[in-house]
Every structure is written in structure tokens, then in C-alpha cells.
């Protein structure tokens, strides 16, 4: 073991140690969230707007600059030393004060926003009141708890984002992921959705007006997006809103399946979603943290796709409890709905289980099997048995501990909280139903895969260790196999800190490419033969 | 049932060991004096730097080896009985093989410099090398300069990995240009530049006199031969090549060379004795390959091919077209097929050499004087697709021909600069030639039709 001196100080030997410049930079961005902090406490800021510019200007700034130092006056290149000996980024010390700092941080967020100064129907207080003054700027109305969310997770995408660019500057591929994410979280999460806000009420919308919504977030990740009063304010808001309730379904069952099939998943997870724009950004220190074990691995293919079962039922229900009986009133009702949805349930299992059922290993085919015909069997049972609760469960029961568990416990205290102990895609690994959605597609029909370079691997393991995911990429590489995983989010990063050139995203034909020869090339053509018999 | 023992857990062993359970039920053995399991010795580096974990460096998880019914000896093999084909181990039993496989590596090459055997001087070549550079060099305090013998990949290496605890490093290199034994003159200078970019102090044509210690034996300073300047250090490494580790078998009765003499069928001089990898010495090289070949892929084939001929189908080793990889700091380097250096370079071999004219990438390739056959390629900042280059290979294209798809070998990650035009514009305006880029072509590069 390496006896290198893993030191909680913030000095100490390089590369663990800090520059001059580094220390300044980290001193000012603590002074930008210590002005957050007091505001926290109930100090009265006079001249708000100004002390929340300074403040985030603090830390965009201090991160910059901090960024800056590290990497401009080093060679482009990998910038991996030090990365296990620094106690923030190993586990250490400082990676479990982050941790209980960012959970805490969730679950007031969630679960206790008057302690952030939260007022309904008054003026906000606290750090909420902070930032009244950007939110009336943007959409004109007073600030909430989310939109200082917003606003802080803009800000770290954008720092962190100038960070990541700075650090992979000799990799095109990275620096233009890098600003699209940048880009989707600015114009599409942020302020797009302020905007909007503005038009509610107005003759533009016919006078209704829009629920908030992130335009490039789809079910099942927002999935809330098809429940009633989000259904009411896009069909009160005129051809607008009907037009944006149109393109989220369309986005999910049109769009996002043609872009999957030809790019992979990594269109939306590592390019455009926002969850995923966090995780590359400013948590892209703790990518090496996620677990690779084959055990992790069993129970991420569980724990994910037991989510989609899980939003998959309880959107039924929720569209479910508010449509009518009436087939005169509206073409859909609730008995047409249930049988849609099965029927839709039924195709894909159906098309799936006949033509790529050599695809699935033994437990695959036996969860999948088990979860269809438990939902089949909760359609069935209530569609003849009438009334009563759809799934055994009141509707809202179920969005409640949806909304809960997946939605505040899963995605933001775990998700985010623990990536310094977890690694920063737990998230999206275990819980994001959307990510196992797009993971399906890019696994059976998509031509994205991560070629091995031939007989190039040396199996040094930085493959494995900086993927995010937890893909063991090395077993594959050192084989000669491609990677095909529904995990891969496309992020790039093994392909960039391969030292050998093994690795490759690319989109090509769908012939041979899940290959799974054990033939490394540079071998003898004979014995190349006889290794690939099975 | 048969039992097989391989001594050494490396990649040449353990490729073996994993071959020999796929094709067989034998009872399978690998004793090791280094390391519990089996982990990428290439790889050490990045455990100094901090990029990884000793764990992380492991490809398989601890799990496989019972999983697969390979069972893991450690101990130090001390002698070899050929005769009653028995295994004596320091601090075990011995052990009885009925067929034995020796894939025991290298040691680093010490030339009986004064001082060499020093507290302070080291190789890098095993985990216990590394164990001790972090005694020897855990920081800039401890470790004030650090003098780096030998010129050549485990060199550079030694000095990358120095460099990231800002430890000082001065680099003597033998050769008059970094590994220019290999390296055509152009690529070998662009990396002597590069080196210096990284604040390591160069030392081109220079060779180390002496090793000096303080009153405790330890190093205090060495003597440049040239110069006889002397340099204050707390760390020599020295990294002047490997050679085969067999000392533990020289009174065996096993044909011995620099390393263990073996066949084309990896056999050596005794029945049912195996040498492969680092250690085994081809009795006539094979092509442009050297008798000995301590490549980490060479490893592998060989433990590939003596699984065949110890599972009943006895087969020669025949490695396919050369190739190779190595990373020089920030630079990625990879060869295909053969190029050689100013000193081996053959009489038949022209070069062409392009170099980009502010970023560090160049490429050299080789192709014959009178046929125009493509004989090999070197690419510095340009990742190449293997499989294309070994087609081309077993194709014997012609260098025309590269030029012209050189589109469909680029294996860059996606939305990188692409080089192919400003190449072919050279080599046109070198030879004279009118070669024209083709685009690149999924349906060539993946031979669809």
C-alpha cells in the first residue's frame, strides 16, 4: 500500500498541496457561501441584490480562479495526481464533512424550507429573501426555495464547467460535451422557464398560465409532467401549452428514441440533462469513487429498473384518477387509458422477448418477466374489477411516496448529497428511471458503442476507475471486447485517460458490435481461431 | 489429474493460467514471491502518482481466482528438481508439478556502477520497487533531487512520476537523442523537447561515473563520466533496461541464455518445462522481433499459445504483425508494423516523416525503397485503429495506399483536429506524388459489404 501521507491539512506536499493562489481562491469562494450562510441565519443584508452578486461572484470567481491555477500552467493532458491522496476526493476527511454538508443541505432544501426563509404569502426571509430580488428580475415573481436551488446549480455548472474545460483542454470531445451541458442548464433549466413565467396570465397563453417546465427534462425523470394540474395549465394556456404537453410526449416516445438509436444514450445523460450536467461538473472530482465490483453492478440492474416499474405504475395511476368515464365528453377515458397502456407494455415485452431475447442473461429474463406480468396483472385486476383504487393504492399514496423516495430522498439527499462518499452518478445509476429507459434503448438498438482498440490494452485500470457508472471497462478492453453497456453514460472519460489509445465512442453499424471475441489482434491468425471457439 | 504450476503472476502466467482452465480441468497452481494477486505491472506508475489504488491496479477482483479453481501460492521458488519434478519454496512445502511453465519476468539491469548497490539506488520494475521508491521518494523534503539513470520507457516514466510530487529530476540518457535506439530522429527529438517542457533536466549523451554515499550508505551525490560533475541526490534510479529473472535457475539443469532458452513451441531443453514472457529467449528471433521481448503483449500471446500446447494441441508461438504503445508524459505513442531507428534502420527502409508545426503530434512511416510497400508506422498525438493497421499489414499495401485511407485508421476520439490532409500534402510534395484523401468509411473501416 502506499504509505503517501494522507494528510486532513490543507498544506502539505504536492500534489496534494495547495499554491498560494489556490488558497486565496478558496478563501474567497467560503467568503461567497459564508454571505449565503449568514443570509441563512437571518442576517439582514441591506442592498440584497448587490450582496447576492457579490456572493455568487465570490464563488463563481473563486472557483475560476482556482480552477485556473491548478491547470493553465501545467501541460494539456491528464490531470489525475493526487487525485487518491487528497482526502476530499479519497474519502477522506473532507470528502465526509462535504457529505454531511450537502445532505443536510438537501434535506432542509426538501423537506424544511422555512429554515431558508421560505414566507408564503409574505415577504421571504432569510437566503430565500436573499435572491427575491433576481427572481422579480427574471420572472417578476418573489423567490422560492427552488429557485435558489436554480440559481446555485446553475452557478456550479457554469464554475465547475469552466473547471472541467480547463482540465480536459486537449480533448475536443470534452470541452464540447462540457458546453452543451453548460448551455441546456443556462438557457433550458434556468432562465427559459423564468422567462416563461412572465407570459402566464397574458393574451399569448389565452390568458391561463404555463406550469414551470424545463423543456429538455422528460418523463420519466420529470415525473411529475402528466399530472392534473400540469395537464390543466398547458391545455388552459392555449396552442402554446398545447403544443408543449404534445412535444413531452413526443419527446419521450418519438424523439428521444431516434437520437438514442443513433448517438447513445450519452445525448441526453452526459450532453444535455441537467442531473447528468452536475455530475460531470462539479462532480467530476468524485467520478472515481463509484463502485465497480460485479455486486454493485447486480444490484444497480435491480434497484434502477424496479424505479421504472415503480413511475411507470404510479404515472398510470395519477392520469388514471383524473380522466373520466364519459367516452362522449373526451375520446379518452379510463378504461381506454388502462387498455392503452398495457397494450403498450405488451408490444414492447413482446417484440423485445422474440427478437433479442439471446441478449438478456437468466435473471434479466426473469426480472423482466416477473415485473410484466405484475403489472399486467394490477391492469387486469382492476380494469374487471371496476372501481376501487387503481393498484391496490390510492393514486396520490403513490405519488406521495414517489415523490418521496425517488423524487427528494433518491435523486437529491443520496443523488447529490453523497457524491463525495458514493461517487457523482449514484443517481443516475440506481435510481434515474429515465437513464434505465435510454440504457434499454441503447443496449438492444442503438450503434453507439466504446470500441477496444485491437490488442492495445495494457489492463492498467484507469478505464475502470475513472468511469463514473461503475462499468468495469478494463474486463472488457483487456478482452478485445467492445463496450456495450446500458449504463454508459458516453461521458468520454475512459477513452481520455487511457494511456494506450484503447478506446474509442463511436456510432457505427449495428453488425459486430457486440462482439464478444476473446481475440486480442497482434496474436497469431491460427490461435486467434482456436481461442474463439466457444 | 494433471497438475500445472506456473511460477510467476503476471501477465504471461496468469494468461496461461486463464487459458489452460477455459480449454481444461487441470488443477492449476501460480506461486508468486511478489504479490498475493495478479496486477498490471505497467500500471505501478499510477499508484505513485496517486491516480489509482494498489487495489485499483488488480484486473480481477479477488473472487475470480477460486471462481475459476486457480489457486495462488506465495512463496520464492528457490530451486527446480527436474528430476523428481519437485518445486522447492521458501517458507512453503515443496511442491510437485507435472508440467511446469516459468514466467518469472525481468529484474532491472545494473552495469556495475560504483555504488550501485546503495540505500537510495533502486529499479522500477516490481510492487516491493515501488514499496521502496515511496521510502525513498515520499516528497520534495525527503527527496531533494532525484538522478534517473537510462533513457528509456521505465525512465521517462520514473520521471513523470517524480515530477508530480515536484520532486527535482535530472535524466541521464546514454544516447545522444531519448531513445533514439528505437526512435527515428524526428520523433526522438520532439520528445526531448517535450521532456524539458516538463522541467525534468535532460541529459543527452551523458553517462553516470559513480555513486557516492554519505556516512551511512546512503546516496549522497553521483559523477557524471563526462563531466565529472557531481551532483547532490537522495534517489538514483536506475532504469537502464530489464533483464530476464532466472538466477534462481541456474544450477537446474534448464538451457539458460540471458533468459531461459525455449523453442518455437516455448519449450525449453527439459520435458514438460515451459518459459514464456519476459523471461523466455527465443534461440533464433522471429522476423524483426529480438530473441528476448519484454512487451506486455508478447506476455500474453506466449501464455495464450502454451495453454494450447499444455492442453494437448501443441502449437508454435507466432505472433502476428509487431505492434506496440507506450505514453511519453502527455504524448500517446503507437507503432504498427516496423520502424526502426537511425541505428537499426534497414537499407530498404525509406522514412517519411511530417511533424505538425506547433502542436506536439508527428508521424513516421516506413515503406520500401523499390517496391513502395508499407513496412510500418509510428504515430506520436494520433491514435491509430489497430485492426486497420494489421489488415494493411497482411494486405502488404503500399504506402500510396496508406496515405490515401490514412482517414479510416484514425482512432482520435470524436471532434478531435484531424491531421490527414496536411500528411499527405508532405508525403506528395516529398515524393513527388499525387495521392488524394479518401474519406473515412464506416463500411471500409468495419469491411461491410
Given at each position: 500500500?502506499?504509505?503517501?501521507?494522507?494528510?486532513?491539512?490543507?498544506?502539505?506536499?504536492?500534489?496534494?498541496?495547495?499554491?498560494?493562489?489556490?488558497?486565496?481562491?478558496?478563501?474567497?469562494?467560503?467568503?461567497?457561501?459564508?454571505?449565503?450562510?449568514?443570509?441563512?441565519?437571518?442576517?439582514?443584508?441591506?442592498?440584497?441584490?448587490?450582496?447576492?452578486?457579490?456572493?455568487?461572484?465570490?464563488?463563481?470567481?473563486?472557483?475560476?480562479?482556482?480552477?485556473?491555477?491548478?491547470?493553465?500552467?501545467?501541460?494539456?493532458?491528464?490531470?489525475?495526481?493526487?487525485?487518491?491522496?487528497?482526502?476530499?476526493?479519497?474519502?477522506?476527511?473532507?470528502?465526509?464533512?462535504?457529505?454531511?454538508?450537502?445532505?443536510?443541505?438537501?434535506?432542509?432544501?426538501?423537506?424544511?424550507?422555512?429554515?431558508?426563509?421560505?414566507?408564503?404569502?409574505?415577504?421571504?426571509?432569510?437566503?430565500?429573501?436573499?435572491?427575491?430580488?433576481?427572481?422579480?428580475?427574471?420572472?417578476?415573481?418573489?423567490?422560492?426555495?427552488w429557485f435558489v436551488y436554480g440559481t446555485l446549480y446553475t452557478v456550479a455548472i457554469l464554475a465547475f464547467g469552466i473547471k472541467f474545460i480547463w482540465k480536459y483542454r486537449h480533448n475536443r470531445y470534452e470541452k464540447i460535451r462540457t458546453f452543451s451541458v453548460m448551455f441546456f442548464q443556462l438557457g433550458f433549466a434556468f432562465l427559459i422557464p423564468e422567462f416563461m413565467a412572465r407570459l402566464n396570465g397574458s393574451s399569448v397563453l389565452n390568458g391561463g398560465s404555463l406550469p414551470y417546465y424545463d423543456l429538455k427534462n422528460m418523463w420519466p425523470l420529470n415525473y411529475y409532467n402528466f399530472e392534473g394540474y400540469r395537464i390543466k395549465g398547458f391545455l388552459s394556456s392555449g396552442d402554446i401549452g398545447f403544443a408543449m404537453l404534445i412535444f413531452g410526449i413526443v419527446t419521450i416516445f418519438v424523439i428521444s428514441p431516434i437520437l438514442t438509436y443513433r448517438f447513445g444514450k450519452r445525448w441526453y445523460c452526459s450532453w444535455v440533462c441537467g442531473c447528468g450536467g452536475l455530475a460531470e461538473?462539479?462532480?467530476?472530482?468524485?467520478?472515481?469513487?463509484?463502485?465497480?465490483?460485479?455486486?454493485?453492478?447486480?444490484?444497480?440492474?435491480?434497484?434502477?429498473?424496479?424505479?421504472?416499474?415503480?413511475?411507470?405504475?404510479?404515472?398510470?395511476?395519477?392520469?388514471?384518477?383524473?380522466?373520466?368515464?364519459?367516452?362522449?365528453?373526451?375520446?379518452?377515458?379510463?378504461?381506454?387509458?388502462?387498455?392503452?397502456?398495457?397494450?403498450?407494455?405488451?408490444?414492447?415485452?413482446?417484440?423485445?422477448?422474440?427478437?433479442?431475447?439471446?441478449?438478456?442473461?437468466?435473471?434479466?429474463?426473469?426480472?423482466?418477466?416477473?415485473?410484466?406480468?405484475?403489472?399486467?396483472?394490477?391492469?387486469?385486476?382492476?380494469?374487471?374489477?371496476?372501481?376501487?383504487?387503481?393498484?391496490?393504492?390510492?393514486?396520490?399514496?403513490?405519488?406521495?411516496?414517489?415523490?418521496?423516495?425517488?423524487?427528494?430522498?433518491?435523486?437529491?439527499?443520496?443523488?447529490?448529497?453523497?457524491?463525495?462518499?458514493?461517487?457523482?452518478?449514484?443517481?443516475?445509476?440506481?435510481?434515474?428511471?429515465?437513464?434505465?429507459?435510454?440504457?434499454?434503448?441503447?443496449?438492444?438498438?442503438?450503434?453507439?458503442?466504446?470500441?477496444?482498440?485491437?490488442?492495445?490494452?495494457?489492463?492498467?485500470?484507469?478505464?475502470?476507475?475513472?468511469c463514473e457508472m461503475g462499468i468495469d471497462v478494463r474486463a472488457y478492453a483487456q478482452k478485445g471486447e467492445n463496450i456495450v453497456r446500458s449504463s454508459c453514460v458516453g461521458c468520454g472519460i475512459c477513452s481520455a485517460v487511457c494511456p494506450r489509445g484503447v478506446l474509442k465512442l463511436e456510432n457505427g453499424p449495428l453488425?459486430?458490435?457486440?462482439?464478444?471475441?476473446?481475440?486480442?489482434?497482434?496474436?497469431?491468425?491460427?490461435?486467434?481461431?482456436?481461442?474463439?471457439?466457444? | 489429474m494433471e497438475n500445472i504450476v506456473i511460477i510467476g503472476n503476471g501477465i504471461a502466467g496468469v494468461s496461461a493460467a486463464r487459458h489452460i482452465r477455459k480449454l481444461s480441468d487441470k488443477r492449476i497452481i501460480i506461486v508468486s514471491a511478489e504479490t498475493d494477486y495478479f496486477f498490471?505491472?505497467?500500471?505501478?506508475?499510477?499508484?505513485?502518482?496517486?491516480?489509482?489504488?494498489?487495489?485499483?491496479?488488480?484486473?480481477?477482483?479477488?473472487?475470480?481466482?477460486?471462481?475459476?479453481?486457480?489457486?495462488?501460492?506465495?512463496?520464492?521458488?528457490?530451486?527446480?528438481?527436474?528430476?523428481?519434478k519437485k518445486l522447492s519454496i521458501d517458507g512453503s512445502r515443496a511442491l510437485h508439478y507435472d508440467k511446469l511453465i516459468i514466467a518469472t519476468g525481468s529484474k532491472p539491469n545494473k552495469f556495475g556502477w560504483p555504488g550501485q548497490d546503495l540505500h537510495g539506488v533502486q529499479g522500477l520494475y516490481s510492487k516491493q520497487d515501488l514499496d521502496l521508491l515511496e521510502t525513498n521518494a515520499p516528497n520534495k523534503d525527503v527527496c531533494k533531487r532525484a538522478v534517473i539513470v537510462g533513457g528509456g520507457l521505465i525512465g521517462i516514466e520514473l520521471a513523470e512520476m517524480l515530477r508530480s510530487r515536484d520532486i527535482p529530476v535530472t535524466f541521464l540518457v546514454r544516447e545522444s537523442s531519448f531513445w533514439n535506439g528505437v526512435l527515428p530522429e524526428g520523433e526522438s527529438q520532439m520528445i526531448n523537447e517535450h521532456i524539458k517542457e516538463h522541467h525534468i533536466d535532460l541529459r543527452l549523451g551523458t553517462n553516470l561515473k559513480e555513486i557516492i554515499a554519505d556516512e551511512n550508505g546512503r546516496v549522497k551525490s553521483i559523477i557524471i563520466q563526462e563531466t565529472g560533475e557531481e551532483l547532490p541526490c537522495d534517489l538514483v534510479g536506475l532504469t537502464a533496461g530489464v533483464s530476464p529473472n532466472i538466477d534462481f535457475l541456474k544450477d537446474s539443469g534448464i538451457e539458460l541464455g540471458r533468459g531461459v532458452k525455449v523453442n518455437r513451441f516455448l519449450e525449453t531443453n527439459i520435458k514438460d518445462i515451459y518459459a514464456i514472457g519476459d523471461c523466455a529467449e527465443q534461440h533464433e528471433a522471429i522476423g524483426n522481433r529480438r530473441p528476448i521481448e519484454a512487451v506486455w503483449y508478447t506476455g500474453r500471446m506466449m501464455g495464450e499459445t502454451v495453454a494450447q500446447t499444455i492442453c494437448g494441441n501443441r502449437m508454435e508461438y507466432r505472433p502476428g504483425h509487431w505492434f506496440n504503445s507506450a505514453k511519453f508524459l502527455d504524448i500517446e505513442y503507437q507503432t504498427y508494423g516496423w520502424v526502426f531507428g537511425a541505428r537499426g534502420k534497414k537499407d530498404y527502409e525509406v522514412q517519411f516523416h511530417w511533424r505538425h508545426e506547433s502542436d506536439k503530434v508527428c508521424i513516421t512511416m516506413a515503406f520500401d525503397k523499390e517496391t513502395n510497400k508499407f513496412l510500418g508506422i509510428n504515430t506520436f498525438g494520433i491514435r491509430m485503429r489497430h485492426e486497420v493497421f494489421d489488415r494493411w499489414l497482411t494486405e502488404e499495401r503500399d504506402a500510396d495506399y496508406i496515405m490515401e485511407h490514412l482517414a479510416d485508421a484514425n482512432f482520435d476520439p470524436e471532434f478531435y483536429k484531424q491531421y490527414e490532409g496536411e500528411i499527405v500534402a508532405q508525403y506528395n510534395a516529398n515524393y513527388g506524388k499525387s495521392v488524394k484523401t479518401k474519406k473515412k468509411s464506416i463500411k471500409r473501416i468495419f469491411q461491410l459489404n
Open positions: 500500500m502506499s504509505n503517501y501521507d494522507r494528510s486532513m491539512a490543507l498544506t502539505g506536499q504536492p500534489p496534494v498541496t495547495l499554491s498560494r493562489n489556490q488558497k486565496l481562491a478558496t478563501l474567497l469562494g467560503m467568503f461567497g457561501l459564508a454571505i449565503l450562510l449568514l443570509a441563512a441565519f437571518n442576517v439582514n443584508f441591506p442592498g440584497k441584490a448587490t450582496w447576492l452578486s457579490i456572493s455568487l461572484m465570490a464563488i463563481s470567481v473563486g472557483t475560476i480562479w482556482f480552477s485556473w491555477d491548478a491547470y493553465s500552467k501545467k501541460e494539456p493532458g491528464i490531470k489525475n495526481d493526487g487525485v487518491w491522496f487528497k482526502s476530499i476526493s479519497s474519502k477522506g476527511f473532507w470528502g465526509w464533512i462535504a457529505g454531511i454538508a450537502l445532505t443536510g443541505f438537501y434535506i432542509i432544501l426538501y423537506f424544511y424550507p422555512e429554515y431558508l426563509g421560505l414566507v408564503s404569502g409574505g415577504d421571504n426571509k432569510g437566503v430565500i429573501g436573499l435572491f427575491d430580488p433576481l427572481s422579480k428580475a427574471l420572472s417578476g415573481n418573489p423567490a422560492s426555495q461538473t462539479a462532480g467530476d472530482s468524485f467520478r472515481q469513487l463509484s463502485d465497480k465490483s460485479v455486486k454493485a453492478w447486480k444490484i444497480e440492474r435491480w434497484v434502477v429498473h424496479s424505479v421504472v416499474v415503480f413511475v411507470t405504475l404510479m404515472t398510470t395511476a395519477v392520469i388514471y384518477s383524473y380522466l373520466g368515464t364519459d367516452t362522449s365528453k373526451y375520446w379518452l377515458t379510463k378504461s381506454t387509458f388502462l387498455l392503452g397502456v398495457g397494450g403498450l407494455l405488451t408490444t414492447i415485452f413482446v417484440l423485445v422477448m422474440v427478437f433479442k431475447r439471446e441478449q438478456f442473461q437468466k435473471d434479466a429474463k426473469y426480472g423482466a418477466i416477473g415485473y410484466f406480468v405484475i403489472i399486467m396483472a394490477l391492469i387486469g385486476f382492476h380494469y374487471f374489477s371496476g372501481e376501487g383504487n387503481v393498484f391496490l393504492f390510492k393514486s396520490e399514496t403513490l405519488r406521495k411516496s414517489y415523490s418521496f423516495l425517488i423524487g427528494s430522498i433518491f435523486s437529491g439527499v443520496i443523488g447529490t448529497g453523497f457524491y463525495p462518499i458514493f461517487g457523482n452518478r449514484v443517481w443516475c445509476r440506481f435510481g434515474c428511471p429515465m437513464a434505465a429507459i435510454l440504457g434499454f434503448q441503447q443496449r438492444l438498438f442503438s450503434r453507439f458503442r466504446i470500441t477496444t482498440n485491437g490488442g492495445q490494452c495494457i489492463s492498467c485500470g484507469n478505464c475502470s476507475t475513472y453488425k459486430g458490435r457486440i462482439d464478444s471475441n476473446q481475440v486480442l489482434l497482434g496474436n497469431d491468425v491460427d490461435l486467434m481461431n482456436l481461442v474463439n471457439q466457444k | 498490471s505491472r505497467t500500471a505501478l506508475m499510477y499508484v505513485y502518482m496517486g491516480h489509482m489504488k494498489f487495489e485499483h491496479i488488480q484486473p480481477y477482483e479477488n473472487w475470480f481466482w477460486k471462481k475459476n479453481r486457480i489457486e495462488l501460492v506465495r512463496g520464492f521458488v528457490s530451486g527446480i528438481d527436474t528430476k523428481t
